[in-house]
């Protein structure tokens, strides 16, 4: 294992459909970041995992975004009944330990709402 | 709410110039992040620092805690080191929990 991975890379859906993305993180990190990212913005911030517990959640994330991360390992994102302002670049990231470590980045899922 | 403001937004540069990207915040934080992000998404981590300067190869990072800045600094900058510089803090954001906030990245552009 080299580093977080993201499945789809890309993603392209109908306004009103449901899409769900995968995080793989780094094996031994305890800890799991989404964000996301639009356009000639930084990336903001939608809610982490510290194991399988969702320790905190945005409230840039509405009521159709739900995250989760049932065994520890993998996280899943899924964005029900899609808006076009959806459209941006999801991220992930992870860390290790109880503080506050360096986070490491996966490439990113960019979804395109149409 | 902690705003972190990055200047310059955009910069070009010739190869072989000193290069200062600058970041400021607005509340108390616990570290300071710097990270590369290439075209496509890919961000890659070069500094996590809380006080005084870090170097890597020809990357410098300051941090003035006092003053709420930071600098990133690129000697003899290369065309490969073309990215968008992104600054995040890590401040308390309660309920025992800590989060990053970012600011909107500085694009650079070393032409050759």
């Known amino acids: 294992d080299t580093g977080v991975s993201q499945n789809p890379r890309h993603k392209i859906t109908k306004r009103g459909q449901n899409v769900t993305f995968r995080c793989d993180p780094i094996s031994e990190h305890n800890r799991l970041y989404w964000y996301r990212q639009t356009l000639g913005q930084g990336p903001e911030f ?64 960019r979804l395109t709402v149409t | 709410k902690n705003e972190v403001e990055q200047s310059p937004q955009n910069l070009t540069a010739q190869e072989g110039e000193f290069i200062t990207i600058n970041c400021s915040y607005s509340v108390g934080i616990s570290a300071l992040h710097w990270l590369q992000q290439h075209p496509g998404g890919g961000i890659v981590s070069l500094f996590m620092l809380s006080s005084g300067k870090k170097k890597h190869g020809r990357l410098i990072a300051t941090i003035n805690i006092q003053e709420k800045h930071s600098s990133l600094h690129i000697t003899a900058s290369h065309p490969r080191d073309s990215a968008v510089y992104i600054c995040a803090v890590r401040s308390y954001s309660g309920a025992g929990s800590y989060q990053l906030t970012f600011g909107k990245g500085t694009k650079l552009s070393v032409i050759p």
């Open chain 1, 46 to 109: 939608l809610t982490y995992f510290q194991n399988e517990a969702q320790l905190e959640k945005s409230r840039l994330l509405s009521d159709r975004f739900s995250a989760e991360r049932p065994k520890g390992s993998f996280s899943t994102l899924e964005i029900q009944r899609t808006e076009q302002g959806d459209s941006a670049m999801y991220l992930c990231a992870s860390s290790f330990g109880r503080g506050f470590f360096e986070q490491y980045f996966g490439p990113g899922t």
